[in-house]
């Protein structure tokens, strides 16, 4: 199952007590105050980890508590630091903070930390207060309280290549035929319920990811459809490829399916509507021609990219992979 948002609550550790005590031996005559400093308390860090792919353990888990530090001893006896505690989220999860919604970390890289909650410090014991005119102080600190918050996870693809389109477009056939992604494909809208990675291999030793987001409606933007929660994983891609189907089957009208889309990509965020793109034409082995026409006069108008593409028969895909490895720079070195 693939997860990519989970709303947590992070719970760091509570700083151990200092201790009350002093040193009564029967040959050390004033043996004055010996209670010992708390021991810190453990802090909650977030790693990323390059192997998990999904946030479905969060889906189970939602409270994570670091371990407490030990309160101080007799004999200025330290109290042991809490443990850490290490929580591991999909490289690509954006960490933020629930009540005010400003972005805590984004974890773009493997192994990556951060500190997400911070565990309280120890207390100090009585020893610690000792001066000159006060020999048997009788004053301790208890522990300071672990730092407690709530944090949204979102998981957001990281990969070079968005296929984006309104459902059925044909982007799972594509992706299946460009790489060794195999997701579900049928003849019914929203097949795809969660992105799809792929790795195209180009030429010798290159190669870049292509993500096939799910199928966008008009109003995604405001939750419409599969709604917006696919729309972030476009943010992170370099370059989108907008499909959209030109067959009996497709819609009647395909400038206006560009238009849809186009609208609610600018609408979730504005600086996708400035980011590189080809247009592609699908399903052309069954292409209604005046649909194919009027969308490849609907391009050159507007001044951008044309591609026309069958996934099912392989025309047109060779000069779709040289277009999107130009487009990224791979291989050009």
């Known amino acids: 199952m693939f997860v990519d948002y989970a709303k947590i609550h992070l719970e760091a550790g509570d700083g151990g007590n200092g201790c009350l005590a002093f040193r009564r031996e029967k040959y050390v005559p004033r043996g004055g105050p010996s209670g010992g400093d708390g021991g810190r308390g453990g802090d909650i860090v977030l790693q990323s980890n390059?192997?998990?792919?999904?946030?479905?353990?969060?889906?189970?888990?939602?409270h994570f508590k670091a371990q407490r530090g030990r309160h101080g001893s007799g004999n200025k006896r330290h109290g042991k630091d809490g443990q850490d505690l290490i929580?591991?989220?999909?490289?690509?999860?954006?960490?933020?903070?629930?009540?005010?919604?400003?972005?805590?970390?984004?974890?773009?890289?493997?192994?990556?930390?951060?500190?997400?909650?911070?565990?309280?410090?120890g207390g100090r014991g009585n020893?610690?207060?000792?001066?000159?005119?006060?020999?048997a102080p009788r004053r301790i600190?208890?522990?300071?309280?672990?730092?407690?918050?709530?944090?949204?996870?979102?998981?957001?693809?990281?990969?070079?290549?968005?296929?984006?389109?309104?459902?059925?477009?044909?982007?799972s056939t594509l992706i299946s035929a460009i790489s060794a992604a195999r997701p579900e494909i049928a003849d019914y809208p929203f097949?795809?319920?969660?992105?799809?990675?792929?790795?195209?291999?180009?030429?010798?030793?290159?190669?870049?990811?292509?993500?096939?987001?799910?199928g966008l409606i008009e109003g995604a933007h405001q939750g419409s459809g599969l709604g917006d929660r696919f729309l972030r994983h476009v943010e992170r891609t370099r370059l989108l490829v907008h499909m959209i189907d030109v067959s009996d089957l497709g819609p009647e009208d395909p400038e206006q399916a560009y238009l849809v889309i186009e609208r609610e990509l600018k609408l979730y965020k504005a600086e996708l509507a400035q980011r590189d793109r080809l247009?592609?034409?699908?399903?052309?082995?069954?292409?209604?021609?005046?649909?194919?026409?009027?969308?490849?006069?609907?391009?050159?108008?507007?001044?951008?990219?044309?591609?026309?593409?069958?996934?099912?028969?392989?025309?047109?895909?060779?000069?779709?992979?040289?277009?999107?490895?130009?487009?990224?720079?791979?291989?050009?070195?």
Do not use: W
Not at 200 to 207: K, P
């Open 141 to 171: 600190e208890p522990g300071a309280e672990g730092q407690q918050r709530q944090v949204v996870l979102e998981l957001k693809t990281l990969a070079d290549v968005g296929l984006i389109g309104l459902p059925n477009a044909g982007k």
């Open 279 to 333: 247009v592609v034409a699908s399903k052309i082995d069954a292409a209604n021609p005046d649909k194919l026409g009027r969308l490849k006069s609907f391009c050159r108008r507007r001044g951008l990219r044309f591609l026309a593409v069958s996934a099912a028969t392989g025309k047109g895909l060779s000069k779709l992979r040289d277009e999107m490895a130009r487009c990224l720079g791979v291989g050009s070195n």
């Open 50 to 62: 390059p192997h998990l792919s999904t946030l479905l353990p969060f889906k189970y888990k939602k």
């Open 87 to 121: 929580v591991e989220v999909p490289v690509g999860t954006v960490m933020s903070d629930a009540d005010s919604g400003d972005v805590l970390f984004d974890f773009s890289q493997p192994e990556q930390t951060f500190v997400a909650a911070r565990g309280g410090r």
């Open 127 to 135: 020893a610690a207060f000792a001066t000159a005119t006060n020999q």
């Open 191 to 214: 097949t795809t319920l969660s992105p799809n990675l792929g790795v195209v291999s180009y030429h010798d030793f290159h190669s870049f990811v292509v993500a096939d987001i799910p």
